[in-house]
């Protein structure tokens, strides 16, 4: 008997030792993670999520066990080589988050090469939930933030309007008349979207009905966060309305965000005991979400662990992945030269510019390089063009071109119509000049926008491909550099749009002759 317990120990401390070397591997994702969950309030609910999850899988221990054979184990050994690849492209391309994802895969192919693919099966709810813990990337969170906020604003605006206040909103500004409040990213709801739907993914799992009872529960986290952050922005603008901006301000602002997030709480327990009412389950409210009583009474096992070659074969492997990503760890982006915005010029052809600077709070959030904004005239009439360029030396770690298209609703404009657009016979670094072209209006006043993200000698109008091309580079080229090039053009009430296109089609033709100077290709 003690020989066999000396063996399980042997096993299981090199099992120990394979997981204690994964987070040796993954030391700088897991550290920037935890930072993350320490700095950004959305995600101060990481620290949970493997408490949790460790919890739900030792509640099902007694449906673990160890394989035997190592054809059992292959699974999760292809997992853990396919998880290590993604890890050391994302290394190559400095991108923390498909490192943090990577970490999750390879360490649910630990998880497979030790139990198994029933072991897989008893514990993928469990490992699933450690995706709430991982960050989103910078660009889908700005996206989602920007739309979080217009929706709630209006909802908010609404809400005031109903209690019979006069109130007018522009973009994310709220018009009380003597006060005006700016509903910014803190208000926007993330903060409740992302603990929320980790409560509810792990409520639904834990919940006693149907599948489709379950998906509702979690898919209703988003649509319960938006409602109730809207009902605490226009409750904030009605005790503003009648005792001043302090009421949206320090103690009282906090505890109303806390207060919403234990109603959301409330509202989805709420809905779980309507459904279990629905299914004819007339269940307590500490009776909707628990243990089911079959994991706690499930047979328990005289494990005794037998040595499987998988146990090397996983220390093996992490061992290759850690000594490729010190390989490339050292890698440092290549800073192309280029003239510095400070000298572009502000004639070009017929037209006149002056410069313009952005607010530090803007700056601040963009986390740019560097920008020019020149208001451009024609002296002999009152054509204007605002051009506008911001670079970055460096996309990583948070820092990327933000898309006007996520912007413009924000300072109030409204995007009344949207395409690409290509013109032969304007051309940069030798190609065809490609745009992004909008008409935006707020109120009466119209803009023509035209705009393109110049990314290391591509013309890109996609996102989405911006991203794509940036993960290729930064492996294949070693750059991240990248700008985005904005052109504005006011467009009179009777003047007829294609007027406007020309103007900026003219003025292009001034333009781009300048930029490669400033924009390396």
Request: charged fraction near 25%.
């Given at each position: 008997m003690n020989t066999e317990n000396t063996k399980s120990a042997i096993v299981w401390s090199l099992w120990a030792a394979a997981l204690l070397l994964l987070c040796v591997v993954f030391r700088d994702s897991l550290i920037e993670m935890a930072t993350t969950w320490t700095n950004v309030e959305e995600y101060s609910h990481g620290f949970f999520i493997p408490i949790i999850t460790i919890y739900l899988l030792w509640a099902r221990r007694g449906e673990l066990v160890l394989v035997q054979g190592f054809k059992a184990s292959l699974p999760g050994l292809i997992i853990i080589a396919l998880g290590l690849i993604l890890f050391i492209l994302g290394g190559l391309a400095t991108?923390?988050?498909?490192e943090q994802y990577a970490f999750l895969v390879v360490l649910t192919g630990m998880f497979g090469s030790a139990f198994g693919l029933r072991g897989l099966r008893v514990g993928a709810i469990p490992l699933l939930f450690l995706i709430f813990m991982v960050p989103f990337p910078s660009f889908i969170l700005n996206n989602l933030s920007s739309k979080l906020q217009l929706i709630s604003s209006w909802l908010g605006v609404e809400f005031i309007r109903a209690c019979d206040i006069m109130v007018y909103l522009e973009?994310?500004?709220?018009?009380?008349g003597s006060y005006k409040l700016q509903v910014v990213d803190a208000c926007s709801g993330l903060r409740y979207l992302f603990p929320l739907a980790s409560l509810a993914f792990l409520c639904a799992y834990l919940f006693k009905g149907p599948f489709w009872q379950k998906l509702l529960i979690f898919l209703s986290s988003m649509p319960l966060t938006i409602f109730m952050n809207s009902f605490r922005i226009g409750v904030i603008g009605v005790l503003v309305d009648n005792w001043g901006t302090e009421m949206a301000?320090?103690?009282?602002?906090?505890?109303?965000g806390w207060a919403v997030f234990l109603l959301c709480m409330l509202l989805l327990f709420i809905e779980m005991w309507v459904f279990s009412r629905i299914s004819g389950r007339k269940l307590a409210m500490g009776e909707l979400v628990q243990i089911p009583e079959e994991w706690s009474h499930t047979a328990r096992r005289n494990l005794v662990a037998i040595l499987n070659k998988s146990v090397f074969a996983v220390l093996i492997l992490l061992c290759v992945g850690a000594g490729a990503s010190e390989i490339f760890k050292g890698r440092e982006d290549i800073i192309p030269e280029r003239k510095a915005f400070l000298t572009f010029p502000t004639t070009l052809g017929n037209w006149q510019g002056r410069n313009d600077y952005l607010a530090q709070h803007y700056?601040?959030?963009?986390?740019?390089?560097?920008?020019?904004?020149?208001?451009?005239?024609?002296p002999e009439s009152r054509n204007s063009v605002n051009f506008y360029s911001a670079y970055y030396q460096s996309q990583r770690k948070g820092a990327a071109v933000h898309s006007p298209r996520s912007c413009i609703p924000g300072d109030g404009w409204q995007i009344s119509s949207f395409e690409q657009r290509e013109f032969a016979d304007l051309q940069l670094d030798g190609q065809a000049l490609?745009?992004?072209?909008?008409?935006?209006?707020?109120g009466e006043s119209r803009q023509l926008v035209y705009f393109w993200f110049q990314q290391r000698g591509r013309m890109i109008t996609s996102e989405y491909m911006v991203k794509w091309?940036?993960?290729?580079?930064?492996?294949t080229m070693n750059r991240t550099d990248g700008a985005l090039i904005r052109l504005v053009t006011p467009v009179d009430k009777?003047?007829?749009?294609?007027?406007?296109?020309?103007?900026?089609?003219?003025?292009?033709?001034n333009l781009l002759p300048e930029l490669p100077a400033y924009l390396p290709g």
């Open positions: 991108i923390k988050t498909m973009g994310n500004v709220i018009d009380l301000e320090g103690f009282l602002h906090d505890f109303e700056l601040n959030e963009l986390k740019l390089t560097d920008y020019v904004i020149v208001n451009f005239t024609q490609q745009v992004n072209r909008a008409i935006i209006q707020k091309f940036l993960f290729y580079d930064a492996i009777v003047e007829d749009i294609s007027v406007a296109d020309q103007r900026l089609q003219l003025f292009l033709k």
